[in-house]
């Protein structure tokens, strides 16, 4: 099984977008060959369908919502938050004078998925019904997300190429050398690492340019000449199929992954500066504590995207270079990888092999009704 060709685990819920994307207006928003419209009702509650109006297959992201169902763009038929047809403007219309044989909706179906919102994101389940059901999978949790002592920023990755290629990038911290000039982190020494079933964690030995342990201390997000070298542990977690990374006690990153197709990935990722060093804001009204928290949002974006871009590039050149030279070695030292392409190819497996067990327990289940 070649990694760069391995498909995606669906059994998992994957970010298609932030919370802040998705209004009454219709959006289209893509996760594995899928394309998915996306809206809110009137409650503030979000639906998920596939993007294809069953009438002539055009996309109902172009429509609108009225009375809380969806309205195709083409002709105007419109969806419920099933995906049944409710309505059609020009049912039984009067063809030289006389009305047509009577005219019923058809009796049609648009595809439905699991979606929920989520600490800021918006989250869709492809995989299978019974196991979403078993309620064992649930989207990675963000605490960080709402809470008071956390400034987040997003950053969102969209790059050519295999998801393969940006989970090794983001578990490979030897490439601080790539990011040098953003003074993200250096010298970094793996010193262990725990491989489970569900994920891996490396932990490296690093230097990091960043310690907030004071209000002015933000600044250095900013001003490269409040930055001191010292000591930190860098800790990156792959829990398949998102992303996880501290360093030392002041930075939290998550990397969310929406994988689109085999050579396509989008991402988000996501970084939390930690206040939790200051003590007396802490004891500051929640109203003002929030307040700082909004104002403060986004502090990190200009290295972060700058850290994007850099990534971008080197991970757009590997696919290439893999799809131009596949037949060409390439030589491996940082054991994180060979974890890693283990796990998605073990990952795929797991896939397969519960879409068997499910045939043999349909197979079972009809025999039974067959012979009762
Ligand atoms: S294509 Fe959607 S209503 Fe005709
Ligand atoms: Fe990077």
């Not at 542990?233 to 998102?242: D, E, G, K, R």
């Not at 928290?293 to 696919?319: F, N, P, R, S, W």
Request: aromatic content about 12%; overall charge positive.
């Amino acid at each position: 099984m070649d990694v760069r060709t391995c498909e995606i685990n669906l059994n998992h819920w994957y970010v298609v977008a932030q919370s802040t994307e998705v209004t009454t207006k219709p959006i289209e928003v893509q996760l594995w060959y899928h394309s998915i419209v996306l809206y809110r009702d009137s409650e503030g509650k979000i639906h998920g369908l596939d993007n294809r109006c069953l009438h002539r297959q055009v996309k109902l992201s172009e429509g609108k919502v009225v009375e809380n169902a969806l309205e195709c763009a083409y002709h105007g038929w419109q969806f419920n938050q099933q995906g049944i047809c409710t309505f059609i403007p020009y049912l039984n219309p009067a063809v030289n004078g006389r009305v047509l044989e009577h005219q019923a909706l058809p009796n049609c179906k648009i595809d439905v998925y699991p979606v929920q919102e989520w600490d800021g994101f918006i989250w869709v389940f492809l995989g299978d019904q019974q196991l979403l059901e078993s309620e064992t999978v649930k989207p990675m949790s963000i605490p960080e997300w709402e809470h008071l002592n956390y400034i987040g920023t997003v950053s969102v990755i969209d790059c050519q190429a295999h998801f393969s290629f940006l989970i090794e990038n983001l578990m490979d911290m030897y490439h601080g050398h790539l990011h040098n000039d953003y003074q993200a982190w250096t010298e970094a020494k793996l010193k262990e690492l725990v491989t489970t079933k569900k994920e891996i964690k490396g932990v490296y030995d690093a230097k990091s340019y960043y310690k907030i342990d004071k209000i002015w201390s933000i600044s250095q997000l900013f001003f490269p000449r409040f930055r001191a070298l010292h000591s930190e542990l860098l800790m990156v977690n792959y829990c398949y199929p998102h992303w996880r990374s501290t360093l030392g006690k002041y930075f939290t990153i998550y990397c969310l992954f929406c994988p689109i197709n085999l050579t396509h990935t989008k991402a988000y990722l996501i970084h939390f500066t930690s206040l939790n060093a200051f003590h007396r804001l802490h004891k500051l009204p929640r109203w003002f504590r929030q307040f700082i928290k909004d104002k403060l949002y986004g502090t990190a974006q200009t290295m972060l995207d700058g850290l994007v871009k850099q990534d971008i590039i080197m991970i757009e050149q590997e696919q290439q270079a893999y799809i131009q030279q596949l037949k060409k070695p390439t030589y491996e030292i940082n054991p994180t990888i060979g974890a890693v392409q283990k796990m998605i190819k073990q990952q795929v497996q797991t896939r397969i092999k519960n879409k068997n067990v499910q045939k043999e327990q349909n197979k079972i289940n009809n025999n039974g009704m067959i012979n009762q």
